[in-house]
């Protein structure tokens, strides 16, 4: 899942992209409020994070921006001002949560778990399909009760399309929401992801769970290789 975070003091932003790349998120960091805006216009993003004393435009001026435009990305406002006054501006002006500095890092994984969940389709912590298990809190992935080890990348892209079990996933999408800015779009670094997982996810069992579609892109659906024989 791909994050724009948005926060003009170097070190803590990056010490909080650093965080949450260790755990599997894409982050894209913008440093001011009218860079934060182009960011979302030419991206798409899961989750904004989104400090509140920025140069430019503050927090609020750009959240109030994003819902004026139609832009529904779930926002996490993150500021060290911490009165009432300020949560309830930070809310009414479109923000879907308010975090407060300083803060647990652990926290702000549950939260950015909590609002990744408020989708279209409202989803668990769990994604399951077959006997394939994707735990999005814990990062652990099993097949047949079987813990698969997976790198950070690796469970990104699979836990990417376990959220969209049954749906096709073009190519474009997953470098949108997989990878950051600095993805080669002519790389055929998706590719070799899809291979190292398929490996890893469907080499030993004779329902394969991940399917291409020639010139369309990804899905993950069961079929049973029994069935062509």
């Known amino acids: 899942m791909r994050i724009l975070l948005v926060e003009d003091e170097p070190r803590m932003a990056q010490v909080v992209a650093k965080g ?10 913008a440093v001011d409020g009218p860079a934060a805006l182009y960011q979302t216009t030419i991206n798409d993003y899961d989750l904004i994070l989104l400090d509140v004393l920025l140069p430019g435009a503050d927090g609020f001026e750009v959240c109030r921006e994003l819902r004026a435009c139609g832009d529904a990305t779930p926002v996490l406002m993150l500021t060290a001002r911490a009165t009432v006054g300020d949560r309830i501006t930070g809310l009414d002006a479109g923000a879907d949560d308010y975090l407060t500095k300083p ?67 073009s190519r474009a999408e997953i470098a949108e929401h997989v990878w950051d800015e600095s993805f080669d779009p002519f790389s055929n670094t998706i590719e070799v992801f899809v291979n190292r997982l398929r490996k890893k996810i469907d080499e030993s069992y004779p329902i394969k769970l991940i399917q291409t579609r020639r010139g369309e892109g990804y899905i993950l659906e069961p079929r049973d290789i029994s069935d062509k024989l």
């Open 103 to 169: 803060f647990a890092f652990g926290e702000l994984l549950a939260r950015v778990r909590a609002l990744l969940r408020r989708e279209p389709r409202i989803h668990g912590d769990v994604f399951q399909l077959e006997d394939l298990v994707v735990d999005s809190a814990s990062h652990r992935v099993s097949r047949a009760a079987r813990e698969i080890d997976l790198t950070a990348k690796e469970y990104a892209l699979l836990e990417y399309l376990a959220r969209r079990a049954g749906q096709l996933v």
């Open 20 to 29: 949450l790349r260790e755990n599997s998120y894409a982050v894209d960091i």
